[in-house]
């Protein structure tokens, strides 16, 4: 037999538990993780934003000095043009000039790419900013609506708390941590009666009664070697 106060123990560990898994089950509680990963999904977005438009800021500054150095070249062999009177120089001059046009081209065609992503990522910007302050307004009414629903149980989580308090005073000191070894372990109910002097009361498996006799003699409980819980006789 196990003492009557570590099964009451046990029994209001119950009640605790019940109370936690409605608490978990509360629309606001999953609300307010939904509210958490979605702003904080929000923010991450906008960090990626802003650096990527840091970036873009760089390589516009870039290509504009591209710009700048090919429209000196193109300056200077436009002079040199100017000067010349001979055909294959002429030709030559030409063709480092077209080359130059070219690049000037290219040059332009990637400045307006980077203005056009910087386009793109302004509106994303603009999109996730506003959307954070819902976010974050959602998940602080939840948090609201949630806490109060903890707050309802508080009184009985008290009282529950402090008759354990009371029971753990006389509750023998090795069978109680035998229950929070196993309790610990995610087990619940630990302590399970005998059914039918072969069962175990928590998993409900057969058991030779040779086995169980062994285990019990001298003895006034035996672990579950199905299920780890700790079975006792009911007499
Ligand atoms: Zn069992």
Same mark, same amino acid.
């Given at each position: 037999?196990?003492?009557?106060?570590?099964?009451?123990?046990?029994?209001?560990?119950?009640?605790?538990?019940?109370?936690?898994?409605?608490?978990?089950?509360?629309?606001?509680?999953?609300?307010?993780?939904?509210?958490?990963?979605?702003?904080?999904?929000?923010?991450?977005?906008? $960090?990626?934003?802003? %650096? #990527?438009? +840091?970036? &873009? =800021?760089?390589?516009?500054?870039?290509?504009?000095?591209? @710009?700048? /150095?090919?429209?000196?070249?193109?300056?200077?062999?436009?002079?040199?043009?100017?000067?010349?009177?001979?055909?294959?120089?002429?030709?030559?001059?030409?063709?480092?000039?077209?080359?130059?046009?070219?690049?000037?081209?290219?040059?332009?065609?990637?400045?307006?790419?980077?203005?056009?992503?910087?386009?793109?990522?302004?509106?994303?910007?603009?999109?996730?900013?506003?959307?954070?302050?819902?976010?974050?307004?959602?998940?602080?009414?939840?948090?609201?609506?949630?806490?109060?629903?903890?707050?309802?149980?508080?009184?009985?989580? $008290?009282?529950?708390? %402090? #008759?354990? +308090?009371? &029971? =753990?005073?006389?509750?023998?000191?090795?069978?109680?941590? @035998?229950? /929070?070894?196993?309790?610990?372990?995610?087990?619940?109910?630990?302590?399970?009666?005998?059914?039918?002097?072969?069962?175990?009361?928590?998993?409900?498996?057969?058991?030779?009664?040779?086995?169980?006799?062994?285990?019990?003699?001298?003895?006034?409980?035996?672990?579950?070697?199905?299920?780890?819980?700790?079975?006792?006789?009911?007499?």
């Amino acid at each position: 037999m196990i003492q009557q106060e570590m099964l009451t123990y046990q029994q209001l560990d119950g009640e605790l538990n019940r109370i936690e898994r409605e608490l978990r089950k509360n629309e606001n509680f999953i609300k307010r993780r939904q509210y958490k990963a979605a702003s904080q999904d929000c923010e991450e977005t906008i $960090a990626r934003l802003d %650096a #990527r438009a +840091a970036d &873009l =800021k760089t390589q516009l500054a870039q290509a504009q000095q591209t @710009v700048q /150095k090919i429209t000196e070249v193109i300056e200077e062999h436009s002079r040199e043009i100017g000067t010349l009177e001979d055909v294959d120089e002429l030709n030559y001059m030409n063709k480092k000039l077209n080359e130059q046009l070219n690049e000037l081209s290219a040059v332009e065609k990637e400045i307006k790419r980077i203005v056009r992503e910087g386009e793109d990522i302004a509106q994303s910007f603009d999109e996730a900013s506003s959307k954070l302050p819902r976010l974050v307004a959602g998940y602080r009414k939840c948090d609201e609506e949630f806490n109060k629903a903890a707050a309802e149980v508080k009184p009985r989580v $008290a009282e529950i708390r %402090a #008759r354990q +308090a009371e &029971l =753990k005073k006389v509750i023998d000191e090795n069978i109680f941590n @035998v229950y /929070k070894k196993v309790s610990d372990g995610g087990l619940y109910p630990v302590f399970v009666p005998l059914e039918e002097g072969t069962r175990c009361g928590g998993c409900r498996m057969e058991m030779p009664k040779a086995a169980v006799d062994a285990q019990f003699a001298g003895k006034s409980y035996m672990r579950c070697e199905h299920c780890g819980r700790i079975i006792f006789k009911n007499d």
